[in-house]
């Protein structure tokens, strides 16, 4: 091989690795990738509190007479139900057997409420109104239940203190479906205008009823010592509370004893019942449900 062949082979694999060198100088390198930032999660807003009732801001001495009212519609709503007839006996014992932490109960609420006349009639007629709620009532029923065993194991003088605590367990049932519609109105109304918001019904109330000339309702007011104390004691009832002044009074002797029960019968229903158990809550006097036979 000449010197010119070695020569020419030189300068070809020369070139060959300058070519090779600036091929690798213009790669592209590979470009790294752009890091993705994580969600921020916004922390969900805590659900709202209950709205006030009219249980809130009571005393204790109010607060039990509350207890007494709710507990005297679930004795005349909740009768035919599996925990009933425990409710109406509980109910019963309480008027007969605390009568005196009773007593200093009403007159607590009665002092809130001053003397305008029909302030407190007006008062128990919405406190069992509220607790009457017929979409609450399968939850109210077996609260009330609970709270009655509760009660009747509760000394007297610790029952204005554990009032309060009852108070809250048996509106819970009443409230609930109240946020529920308030919740998912409040969505609605968050929502696209397209969508349309549904009507929040107002809390139901209980329309009195009519007085009848036969009665499947009856409540009483008290068992009093002979006729002449039961008819004064009618007299009393309807000084106190006017709107009792509409019905007819019932005397029913007490077998074998002294006593002269004092009953209304004016109610065709429920609802009639309840109407008349918040009047005589208002005049301070007992409700005991009593059906009466036609």
Request: proline share 11%; charged share 15%; net charge positive.
């Amino acid at each position: 091989m000449t010197k010119m062949t070695r020569r020419i082979g030189g300068w070809m694999a020369a070139a060959a690795v300058a070519a090779m060198l600036v091929g690798c100088g213009h790669r592209e390198r590979p470009t790294p990738p752009v890091p993705v930032p994580e969600p921020s999660l916004t922390p969900a807003s805590p659900p709202p509190p209950p709205p006030p009732t009219i249980n809130s801001g009571l005393g204790d001495e109010e607060a039990l007479w509350h207890l007494r009212a709710a507990l005297n519609v679930a004795a005349l709503g909740c009768g035919q139900g599996p925990a009933g007839a425990g409710i109406v006996t509980r109910y019963n014992a309480l008027l007969i057997e605390r009568k005196a932490v009773l007593a200093t109960a009403y007159a607590a609420e009665k002092a809130r409420y001053g003397t305008e006349r029909g302030a407190l009639d007006r008062h128990m007629t919405q406190l069992y109104n509220f607790f009457a709620d017929p979409a609450a009532q399968r939850g109210f029923c077996a609260a009330a239940a609970d709270v009655a065993e509760q009660v009747a194991a509760t000394p007297a003088a610790a029952l204005p203190g554990f009032a309060a605590t009852a108070l809250e367990q048996l509106e819970r049932p009443v409230v609930a479906p109240r946020m529920i519609v308030a919740s998912t109105a409040r969505a609605a109304a968050s929502a696209p205008e397209t969508a349309s918001a549904p009507t929040v019904a107002p809390a139901p109330t209980v329309a009195a009823a009519a007085t009848p000339t036969a009665s499947a309702w009856r409540i009483q007011i008290g068992a009093f010592t002979g006729q002449a104390a039961a008819e004064a004691a009618w007299a009393r009832a309807t000084t106190r509370v006017p709107s009792l002044g509409g019905y007819s009074p019932i005397y029913q002797p007490v077998p074998g004893k002294p006593l002269v029960r004092v009953q209304v019968g004016a109610a065709d229903d429920r609802a009639g019942a309840i109407q008349l158990c918040a009047a005589a809550a208002a005049g301070g006097f007992d409700c005991m449900p009593v059906t009466a036979r036609r």
